[in-house]
């Protein structure tokens, strides 16, 4: 609520010891053209006095930078908030700019205005577009088409904007020089219902006089072959490009070039390109200069419109694809490699002769004899194909095209002078750090990174090499918190979501793919086909994903925006219960890949499917439970969370004593709440007992593994936590890594002990296989080690760090572990250390945190922080603190 007016908070006296320092949107920084949506605001502060608090804060927002004349103010409103605030002024229409900035009250007095944060909308409405699409004719894995227009600019350019999509994929160029960094675009959604529109300041672009408009065309996932059906052309069988650029003029005219019937086309050097098999490109066909000024086009031909409803365009709310890293190869015998298994392609400098061939061809592992695995890649043909235009050295690169690989080789009679990894990734901004002493953990949690950056490219895929790379929602709800601990994921979850949303039919179903492009008989077991909609632990994607990320990022903004969604899925589950209560008998993909389950057979876990898919029902409801509660109507949280209970009951009563025999059902019986409170010491005993049989080795798949380590651990079985985590027989997480490893692997004995692959077999139809080297669902232990070995965690009462629990468990054989977040708040960073007998950490809160320390103790031990004795649990709020425990508890697992 406002407690005062603007002009009086003005005259009380600002705080110089605390300063708001940065301030936020709920869009990537730099992102322009976004929704004409509520702003809303994040914002960190630092200071010096460690007993200030934030009392109220106070947005402005202006139509301009200097806040000349201030369109809206909140006034002073009471409370702490600091993340996802709704502002005012925020912008109603398109084309707008909106500039905000925040103060913030302490008990002391009111700081200086913040840094300016700005948004800027894009074309919103329908209306707003005078383009149309053009293309001209093309076949699917045909040459790519490249269409231009020229223009004269006669006035000094204030501002221009370019706003552009495509049917297909674009590389939009303006005076020859590209006018965006992204790769891939437009971005993979739902193109049925969805296509987001890139806005470019091309300001700096323009020139006096004559310009060039130009763009080339690739199938991409729009027309290109997409699944192992072998289909293509899924979304349209026409590629066309749809652009407007607007010029504002220094004198206040404006001036809109578009596509339009009087753009020309042709085609050039790339003849074919594919998201799985790679691009040929024949550089005897290149066109110089076709996308500058000046270029002949006489012996062009005129475009034609293609259809495309404006009212499917939608604005962008997260970033692109971007190139993330460079990694020179080295050679190997026969081949190059990267050292590090990426998404991306190899950039190749070679010294040739006009005309020469040169093949460039892709895998993640070598066979015995040290030449490329290429059957995993199974149909993909992951390669680019050259021919040279011109004598000497040439540097090439594919272009609308991306792979999975390591490794690559050079079929040609050219000379390589050099070889590049480019890696790319919708993962651009890092949030989370950790580094321990043993460093086959350290190699853990970097592939579990690489895997996160390899698979999020446009959409969290399964695996970046083969003929899939598709949205399985099972590896995205299972993977959704390490994922946002990793890395700044909450725009591209939000974008994602909208897409699952959109792909729910009327039933409230929700796919086992999204965007969703699987057809009736895409899983087939015994020659009949499966139904793989509303699949349990992948369809609760639909809960699972956006509570995860508002768990950790602490904005309720994915929650409002998926609240209907979630609505639709449980409604579906309620719909499909039988006369017993329960869901029915039929497919589930179950604790897939659990590693006891015939390699042929992964759905085949040791776990009944059943127990699985109605646990899964109760967890999404108890999630529902909590949403509405939040964000939705306390009257549904209640018939929810009764729902859950029934519902609970009825599965413990039919799958309790099954449950119990298999470490996932364990898991699941006590992360989820299935088993009556009475019985948790019972199972989680058995679990433990499990883990000790087994020798540490793990016994899930899928579902059963993210959840494993937190059951273990939230019954007081660190012991057994940490022989699963640390152990390095066949299967583990540490095994891959001593195997060489640089991402996660699909199966947990993709490679054997002996060194040979597996062979990945299916039963599912004839000749189906099955093995990736990069699939991130297993790294979801990741999430596990930041808060027990790393010893940082949000609080579910206080999303988003904003109540972090500081409770590192130190285990023996780790003598130092460093950890950090980078919380909406600013970052949350624990380094401890274990030296002769003592525990000692340093802790760095930022300003909005309370954190709640839970020291290692014993009975022995004890504790002081910042010098003086301490409590074995204690609140601090921001600055830096040293903790010192003697005698501390250290976990001593069995080898």
Same mark, same amino acid.
């Given at each position: 609520?406002?407690?005062?007016?603007?002009?009086?908070?003005?005259?009380?006296?600002?705080?110089?010891?605390?300063?708001?320092?940065?301030?936020?949107?709920?869009?990537?920084?730099?992102?322009?053209?976004?929704?004409?949506?509520?702003?809303? =605001?994040?914002?960190? %502060?630092?200071?010096?006095?460690?007993?200030?608090?934030?009392?109220?804060?106070?947005?402005?927002?202006?139509?301009?930078?200097?806040?000349?004349?201030? &369109?809206?103010?909140?006034?002073?409103?009471?409370? !702490?908030?600091?993340?996802?605030?709704?502002?005012?002024?925020?912008?109603?229409?398109?084309?707008?700019?909106?500039?905000?900035?925040?103060?913030?009250?302490?008990?002391?007095?009111?700081?200086?205005?913040?840094?300016?944060?700005? *948004?800027?909308?894009?074309?919103?409405?329908?209306?707003?577009?005078?383009?149309?699409?053009?293309?001209?004719?093309?076949? %699917?894995?045909?040459?790519?088409?490249?269409?231009?227009?020229?223009?004269?600019?006669?006035?000094?350019?204030?501002?221009?904007?370019?706003?552009?999509?495509? &049917?297909?994929?674009?590389?939009?160029?303006?005076?020859?020089? !590209?006018?965006?960094?992204?790769?891939?675009?437009?971005?993979?959604?739902?193109? @049925?219902?969805?296509?987001?529109?890139?806005?470019?300041?091309?300001?700096?672009? +323009?020139?006096?006089?004559?310009?060039? =408009?130009?763009?080339?065309?690739?199938?991409?996932?729009?027309?290109?072959?997409?699944?192992?059906?072998d289909r293509d052309a899924i979304y349209g069988s026409e590629l066309a490009a749809l652009a407007q650029l607007e010029i504002e003029f220094a004198d206040g005219t404006t001036q809109t070039v578009a596509t339009d019937k009087t753009w020309l086309g042709s085609f050039g050097a790339v003849r074919s390109s594919g998201i799985y098999d790679g691009t040929d490109t024949d550089f005897r066909l290149d066109q110089p200069g076709w996308n500058s000024p000046g270029f002949d086009a006489t012996i062009w031909k005129p475009v034609h419109t293609v259809k495309l409803n404006p009212r499917i365009l939608d604005q962008p709310i997260t970033s692109g694809v971007r190139e993330v890293g460079r990694y020179p190869m080295h050679s190997v015998g026969p081949v190059l490699d990267a050292r590090q298994n990426v998404a991306g392609w190899v950039r190749l400098v070679v010294d040739g002769k006009r005309g020469d061939v040169v093949t460039v061809r892709h895998a993640e592992v070598l066979e015995p004899d040290g030449t490329l695995h290429t059957k995993s890649l199974r149909s993909a043909r992951?390669?680019? %194909?050259?021919?040279?235009?011109?004598?000497?050295?040439?540097?090439?690169?594919?272009?609308?095209?991306?792979?999975?690989?390591?490794?690559?080789?050079?079929?040609?009679?050219?000379?390589? %002078?050099?070889?590049?990894?480019?890696?790319?990734?919708?993962?651009?901004?890092?949030?989370?750090?950790?580094?321990?002493?043993?460093?086959?953990?350290n190699r853990l949690h970097s592939n579990v990174q690489w895997s996160q950056r390899d698979n999020f490219v446009s959409v969290p895929t399964d695996c970046p090499q083969r003929d899939e790379r598709l949205g399985w929602t099972g590896d995205? @709800?299972?993977?959704?918190?390490?994922?946002?601990?990793?890395?700044?994921?909450?725009?591209?979850?939000?974008?994602?979501?909208?897409? +699952?949303?959109?792909?729910?039919?009327?039933?409230?179903?929700?796919?086992?793919?999204?965007?969703?492009?699987?057809?009736?008989?895409?899983?087939?077991?015994?020659?009949?086909?499966?139904? $793989?909609?509303?699949?349990?632990?992948?369809?609760?994607?639909?809960?699972? *994903?956006?509570?995860?990320?508002?768990?950790?990022?602490?904005?309720?903004?994915?929650?409002?925006?998926?609240?209907?969604?979630?609505?639709?899925? +449980?409604?579906? +589950?309620?719909?499909?219960?039988?006369?017993?209560?329960?869901?029915?008998?039929?497919?589930?993909?179950?604790?897939?890949?659990?590693?006891?389950?015939?390699?042929?057979?992964?759905?085949?876990?040791?776990?009944?499917?059943?127990?699985?898919?109605?646990?899964?029902?109760?967890?999404?409801?108890? $999630?529902?439970?909590?949403?509405?509660?939040?964000?939705?109507? !306390?009257?549904?949280?209640?018939?929810?969370?009764?729902?859950?209970?029934?519902?609970?009951?009825?599965?413990?009563?039919?799958?309790?004593?099954?449950?119990?025999?298999?470490?996932?059902?364990?898991?699941?019986?006590?992360?989820?709440? $299935?088993?009556?409170?009475?019985?948790?010491?019972?199972?989680?005993?058995?679990?433990?007992?499990?883990?000790?049989e087994s020798g540490g080795r793990i016994a899930t798949g899928f579902l059963g593994t993210p959840l494993v380590l937190h059951a273990l651990s939230n019954t007081g079985h660190l012991v057994e936590a940490y022989q699963m985590l640390l152990c390095h027989d066949i299967p583990s997480w540490l095994y891959q890594v001593d195997m060489g490893a640089t991402t996660v692997w699909e199966r947990w004995d993709a490679l054997r002990a002996d060194g040979s692959i597996h062979p990945g077999d299916m039963d599912n139809s004839e000749g189906a296989q099955m093995l990736s080297f990069n699939h991130y669902a297993y790294g979801a232990v990741i999430d596990w080690v930041y808060r027990t070995v790393g010893g940082l965690a949000p609080s579910i009462d206080a999303p988003g760090y904003e109540r972090a629990v500081i409770a590192p468990r130190p285990v023996q054989g780790v003598d130092f572990a460093r950890t950090s977040i980078e919380t909406a708040f600013g970052s949350l960073s624990l380094s401890w250390t274990v030296a002769e007998g003592v525990f000692a950490a340093d802790l760095v809160v930022p300003f909005g945190v309370t954190a709640l320390v839970s020291a290692p103790v014993s009975a022995d031990s004890t504790v002081t922080v910042n010098g003086a004795a301490g409590a074995v649990v204690v609140e601090l709020t921001h600055g830096t603190h040293r903790i010192r425990v003697t005698e501390p508890a250290i976990v001593v697992h069995h080898a």
């Open positions: 609520m406002a407690t005062a007016s603007t002009t009086e908070n003005s005259s009380r006296t600002a705080v110089a010891t605390t300063s708001v320092t940065s301030l936020r949107s709920q869009y990537p920084d730099g992102l322009l053209g976004v929704p004409a949506d509520e702003v809303r =605001l994040t914002w960190q %502060v630092e200071s010096s006095d460690p007993s200030a608090r934030q009392v109220a804060y106070e947005i402005q927002a202006a139509a301009d930078a200097e806040f000349t004349v201030v &369109l809206q103010t909140s006034g002073a409103v009471d409370g !702490p908030a600091q993340i996802a605030v709704p502002s005012p002024g925020s912008p109603t229409g398109s084309r707008e700019t909106r500039f905000f900035r925040v103060r913030i009250a302490t008990e002391s007095g009111w700081t200086e205005w913040s840094p300016v944060a700005s *948004v800027e909308t894009g074309l919103t409405e329908p209306s707003d577009w005078t383009a149309v699409a053009v293309g001209i004719d093309s076949i %699917v894995a045909g040459p790519s088409p490249m269409l231009r227009t020229e223009f004269s600019v006669d006035s000094p350019v204030a501002r221009a904007r370019l706003y552009a999509t495509s &049917l297909g994929l674009s590389e939009f160029s303006l005076n020859g020089q !590209p006018v965006s960094p992204d790769a891939l675009a437009p971005a993979w959604t739902a193109y @049925q219902e969805r296509i987001v529109v890139s806005t470019f300041d091309v300001t700096e672009l +323009l020139q006096q006089g004559a310009n060039a =408009l130009a763009v080339e065309l690739g199938d991409g996932w729009y027309r290109g072959r997409l699944g192992w059906e992951a390669s680019d %194909v050259y021919i040279l235009g011109h004598d000497g050295e040439s540097t090439l690169e594919p272009r609308f095209t991306f792979h999975g690989f390591r490794y690559a080789d050079v079929v040609s009679t050219a000379t390589v %002078v050099s070889a590049t990894a480019i890696a790319i990734s919708s993962a651009t901004s890092q949030r989370g750090s950790f580094e321990s002493s043993d460093a086959t953990l995205a @709800q299972a993977f959704a918190m390490t994922a946002s601990t990793l890395f700044d994921t909450e725009s591209f979850w939000r974008s994602w979501l909208k897409d +699952l949303a959109i792909d729910q039919p009327a039933d409230g179903g929700v796919a086992s793919v999204v965007p969703n492009i699987l057809g009736a008989n895409a899983f087939m077991i015994d020659g009949a086909p499966m139904d $793989i909609m509303g699949r349990a632990g992948w369809a609760d994607a639909a809960t699972i *994903v956006p509570w995860s990320v508002y768990e950790s990022t602490g904005s309720d903004a994915v929650l409002r925006q998926q609240l209907a969604s979630m609505r639709r899925w +449980l409604g579906y +589950l309620v719909a499909r219960r039988q006369e017993d209560g329960l869901l029915p008998t039929e497919f589930q993909y179950g604790d897939w890949l659990d590693p006891d389950a015939p390699g042929s057979q992964p759905w085949a876990a040791k776990v009944s499917a059943d127990f699985v898919s109605n646990s899964f029902f109760v967890h999404s409801a108890r $999630i529902l439970t909590a949403v509405e509660n939040l964000v939705g109507d !306390p009257r549904k949280a209640t018939q929810y969370n009764d729902l859950a209970n029934e519902l609970a009951t009825l599965t413990w009563e039919k799958w309790g004593a099954h449950a119990r025999t298999t470490q996932t059902g364990c898991a699941i019986a006590l992360e989820f709440g $299935i088993a009556p409170g009475a019985e948790r010491d019972g199972i989680a005993e058995d679990l433990a007992r499990l883990v000790r």
